[in-house]
Every structure is written in C-alpha cells, then in structure tokens.
C-alpha cells in the first residue's frame, strides 16, 4: 500500500522527465534556504556521531520507510551531529503521531530512536507528556516542509521525492553533506 502511495505521489508531480532524469543523475542543486539560525532546536533530540563537525536537520516520520534508510545512513556517518524533528505525517501513516509521541516522552529520546529503528520497539509511555510536534508542524509549514526533510548546515532544504533520491546511499548523503557543509557553529 504505501509502495502504491509513494508510485502515484511520484507520478502526479508535475516535473518534465528532464527533471525527473536530473533527480536520478546529479545531487540536488539550488533549493530553498532557511537561516539555520531560526531553526528552532528545542523540538528536536540531539545526536553526535564521532567530532559532529558537520551539522544536519532531520525531519522524520516513525513510520515513513524512506526515513528509517535514512537513518541507517546517518549511523554509518562519522563526524555528523543530527537534530532530529519528530514531523509525522498521519495521513499517510495512521499510528506514526502516536509513535512520535512516545519517542519525544521516553526518558532518554536518542536511546528511544535507535531502538525503534533498531528492533521496531516503543518506550513504556502514553506520550501524554508536553511534546513540540505541534511547534514542529508550524515551522515546518512555515518552510514549506510537508514530507520528511533533510535541512544542511547551510540553509539548504531537501525534501520529498528528491529528499528519498538524493539520500538512497552513503557515499551520495555524504556528498550532499560536504557540498552543503558549514562548520559547526550550533
């Protein structure tokens, strides 16, 4: 069912197959840009891999397939700190705000996420606690971000159909990352 959702998303886009042959061939170019600076970072778990030189924004669904390749990635990449942003998109996923919930209430949020990811687990809570899920909702709309979403240090925002493309291995991620790198300043 979403391989279906996901195949008619992709298929409705209005791009010319020029484009559509561009997100295939080449890593994304000119995107939109947001100051990293208003980027609000009390929404999201921190995670440092090795030095954490170069900086990532993540806006994941729980549920969505293509984030948890995502993240499979971002494990294997050295010297990366990652905010992630619990951004669930329930029309497409029923139970991922739910999910979302418990994640952002766990005691420990970056342990709760790799579990998840890990071995598909919840943390033992209602996430009835106060979450920002509502916050991240707005400055997400605010940026234009319906879908999961990478932003770079620089401001650059992938998202959607190319977000999935232009992160389906490490060797082309690591490539955005450089290409849209800004040394640690957060």
Same mark, same amino acid.
């Given at each position: ?19 559509? !042959? ?17 980027i ?5 778990f ?8 170069h =900086? ?7 549920? /969505?397939?293509? /984030? =948890? ?15 992630t ?9 029923p ?7 418990? !994640? ?24 009835? /606690? ?19 979403? !990478? ?24 490539a ?7 040394e640690?300043?957060?």
């Amino acid at each position: 069912m979403r391989f279906c959702l996901f195949l008619l998303f992709v298929f409705l886009l209005p791009v010319s197959s020029a484009q559509a !042959l561009s997100f295939v061939e080449a890593p994304s170019t000119a995107h939109t840009l947001v100051d990293p600076a208003r980027i609000p970072l009390s929404y999201a778990f921190k995670r440092v891999h090795g030095k954490g030189t170069h =900086v990532l924004y993540f806006f994941s669904d729980p549920d /969505c397939p293509f /984030c =948890v390749k995502v993240e499979k990635l971002l494990e294997t990449i050295d010297d990366l700190t990652v905010y992630t942003f619990l951004l669930p998109i329930p029309n497409i996923h029923p139970l991922s705000e739910e999910k979302a919930k418990k !994640l952002w209430c766990a005691e420990n949020r970056e342990a709760a996420w790799k579990a998840f990811f890990d071995t598909n687990t919840l943390p033992d809570n209602d996430g009835s /606690c106060e979450t920002p899920i509502d916050g991240i909702y707005k400055f997400a709309a605010s940026l234009g971000i319906r879908y999961p979403a !990478l932003i770079f240090s620089d401001g650059t925002i992938v998202e959607g159909p190319r977000f999935i493309v232009d992160t389906i291995n490490k060797e082309r991620l690591e490539a955005l990352i450089k290409l849209y790198s800004v040394e640690k300043e957060r």
